[in-house]
Antibody, heavy 114, light 107 residues
Framework: QVQLQQWGAGLLKPSETLSLICAVY????????WSWIRQPPGKGLEWIGE???????NYNPSLKSRVTISVDTSKNQFSLKLSSVTAADTAVYYC????????WGQGTMVTVSS | DIQMTQSPSSLSASVGDRVTITCRAS??????LAWFQQKPGKAPKSLIY???RLQSGVPSKFSGSGSGTDFTLTISSLQPEDFATYYC?????????FGQGTKVEIK
């Protein structure tokens, strides 16, 4: 059974860079869509960006200037970097698999506070 | 961006009730729509993709329908474990967008 395991720093100061990794266990990496989604406390879901099955990456325009999604196929991992964070970036961050998402990571709470 | 509007935003229902949630897209998205269930403090769970196809392991009491701009999620007989917040998401166009959520509460 495919599982996504994610990790990264949970407490950041304003202006720092958020960095998260998502590892894929129990299934192939290639041939799927991989994405990052976030959810601020008490609010709805926001799509951050996605790598499709041909390796192209698309970002939410609202975050595009600060976001980088990258892939390490040798490790079956993909990562998220979000630069110059502010309190507005405080959220639970999820990695997912699938264009019509089938699998979610467990989520990582990231808090931005001085 | 495509706006996804869910209705109602919340509803109260009893165990055994049939519940229907609607999701409307601001422009046509074919059948590229997914539904998710989320319980407090948990990651969302995927229920439906391509508007009407059940994800593996999802019970048949959940069903989805629609195409174009109007979609529905139906729970045929509400059970205690179904009280949660439900989200739709379009994946026809970038950026992907979600509905604001529908909270299903116990009456």
């Amino acid at each position: 059974q495919v599982q996504l395991q994610q990790w990264g720093a949970g407490l950041l100061k304003p202006s720092e860079t958020l960095s998260l990794i998502c590892a894929v266990y129990g299934g192939p990496f290639s041939g799927y869509y991989w994405s990052w989604i976030r959810q601020p406390p008490g609010k709805g879901l926001e799509w951050i960006g996605e790598m499709n099955d041909s390796g192209s990456i698309n970002y939410n325009p609202s975050l595009k200037s600060r976001v980088t999604i990258s892939v390490d196929t040798s490790k079956n991992q993909f990562s998220l970097k979000l630069s110059s964070v502010t309190a507005a970036d405080t959220a639970v961050y999820y990695c997912t698999r699938g264009q019509g998402i089938a699998i979610w990571g467990q989520g990582t709470m990231v808090t931005v506070s001085s | 961006d495509i706006q996804m509007t869910q209705s109602p935003s919340s509803l109260s229902a009893s165990v055994g009730d049939r519940v229907t949630i609607t999701c409307r897209a601001s422009q046509g998205i074919s059948n590229n729509l997914a539904w998710f269930q989320q319980k407090p403090g948990k990651a969302p769970k995927s229920l439906i993709y391509l508007a009407s196809r059940l994800q593996s392991g999802v019970p048949s009491k959940f069903s989805g329908s629609g195409s174009g701009t109007d979609f529905t999620l139906t729970i045929s007989s509400l059970q205690p474990e179904d009280f949660a917040t439900y989200y739709c998401q379009q994946y026809n166009t970038y950026p992907r967008t979600f509905g604001q959520g529908t909270k299903v509460e116990i009456k």
